[in-house]
């Protein structure tokens, strides 16, 4: 914890470079990914402070859109298209996810049960054909689809999406590697940035 307080102290000695920041926020992008402390989002595209809008959660588990009791991630996602104006959505799934990873193994989360019930939103159970894999890079990629599956079922999504306001993106983060991978239409494959 010291030396991330020691940054922290000297952080601030940089004004002129934030100033502008005082005069609000209009980011480029929507990024939702996992809270796993190996995805850095503006460390991986190189963001500045004002251009990621981030939106983290365990897995990065869109959770279902239910209008009368909304939930902290759909009051992100719904200011950042109504009021941010934002035109790109990326949900960034990783390797080596430990929710993902938990579902796929279907490990017993008796002690963490805010975790067992937070899962049960991911959409089903990852698709997996190779569940000894640690990068559980099939599952995580099918997850991710998913998620993003469940972004259209948000009504400001869905209705962006029909006026052509606003792009969808799937990737997948390899934290061992460092490298990004982007799901292709055409190919219906993830492949590297
Ligand atoms: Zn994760």
Not at 90 to 98: A, E, W
Not at 101 to 126: I, M, N, Q, S, Y
Not at 143 to 172: I, N
């Amino acid at each position: 914890m010291q030396p991330l307080i020691d940054n922290a102290r000297t952080f601030g000695q940089r004004p002129e470079e934030f100033a502008r920041l005082a005069e609000g926020q209009s980011p480029d992008v929507l990024f939702i990914t996992c809270s796993d402390s190996r995805v850095v989002p503006a460390l991986i595209t190189g963001a500045r402070p004002g251009q990621l809008f981030e939106l983290r959660t365990a897995g990065n588990i869109v959770p279902p859109y239910a209008g009368e009791h909304p939930t902290s991630e759909a009051a992100t996602i719904e200011y950042a298209v109504e009021v941010l104006g934002i035109q790109d959505i990326v949900v960034c799934g990783h390797s080596h996810c430990g929710a993902i990873g938990a579902l796929v193994r279907g490990d017993d989360l008796t002690a963490v049960p805010a975790v067992r019930e937070w899962l049960t939103h991911a959409a089903g159970e990852p698709v997996c054909s190779d569940t000894g894999d640690p990068t559980v890079a099939e599952a995580v990629q099918n997850h991710v689809l998913a998620q993003v599956l469940r972004l259209r079922s948000y009504p400001c999504v869905e209705k962006r999406l029909t006026d052509g306001q606003l792009r969808l993106h799937a990737w997948y983060y390899e934290v061992h590697t460092g490298t990004v991978h982007a799901h292709r239409a055409e190919s219906d494959a993830f492949e590297t940035l």
